[in-house]
């Protein structure tokens, strides 16, 4: 599957987006960096300028730049997942691919982020997908993936990411977009609905990675 020409990346000042922005980068695709506030989009794309040479950019406010590209990943907290789909779901064209790295950790409700919560839809993949309008493919994935490691240029990947969507191109789109990050290799998951299970990791990882102090990831052994 191609890379898609352009990727836009909504929450691209966040830890994740920061992350993504940069390998994405780095791996030579233009991206559209999106925030709640234009001058904070602004700053993240300089940042990142500095840092990649070469680097094709765009900013805005995320709804200006939800419809920039016809893959949007949405890299934002649970506790504003909601407040974003919204601001964004005009912009969304018909055939748009959503990854949706959203986690419903307890975090969002002053809990531990070793905990997450109950979504009514069953998953935060799966708010999302009633979020978007009609035609709009959403799929989640990179919930094992350190935000951290990601915005580190020195650390080399070796881990597996859970790829979850109800459409076969949409997802490997998803996954072409995964692997041009070096070292993540995309397993499809399953149909969204599998998401509830995916989002859950990031919490039992987290506790993992606070008892042994380090960014540990997921491998399936097998394939």
């Not at 020409?5 to 030579?28: D, E, K």
């Not at 900013?59 to 789909?85: K, M």
């Not at 691919?97 to 070793?114: Q, R, S, Y």
């Amino acid at each position: 599957m191609p890379l898609p020409p352009r990727v836009s990346i909504v929450g691209a000042s966040g830890a994740l987006g920061q992350g993504l922005a940069r390998r994405w980068a780095a791996a030579s695709i233009p991206l559209a960096l999106g925030s709640r506030e234009a001058d904070r989009a602004q700053a993240t794309a300089d940042e990142l300028s500095a840092a990649v040479a070469g680097a094709d950019l765009e900013s805005g406010e995320n709804a200006a730049v939800a419809g920039a590209a016809p893959v949007v990943a949405v890299a934002v907290p649970f506790a504003a997942q909601a407040q974003t789909y919204a601001s964004i779901a005009e912009a969304l064209a018909p055939g748009t691919v959503v990854l949706d790295a959203t986690v419903p950790l307890a975090t969002a409700v002053g809990g531990k982020p070793t905990r997450t919560l109950g979504v009514w839809q069953g998953s935060a993949a799966q708010q999302a997908a009633s979020l978007v309008p009609d035609g709009v493919s959403v799929v989640s994935a990179l919930h094992t993936v350190s935000a951290a490691l990601l915005a580190d240029p020195e650390h080399r990947f070796d881990e597996d990411v859970l790829v979850c969507g109800d459409d076969k191109e949409s997802k490997a789109t998803v996954a072409a977009l995964v692997e041009a990050i070096e070292g993540l290799r995309a397993v499809d998951a399953g149909p969204l609905d599998q998401s509830r299970i995916a989002e859950s990791l990031t919490a039992l990882m987290i506790g993992i990675n606070i008892r042994n102090k380090t960014h540990a990831g997921i491998r399936i052994t097998g394939l």
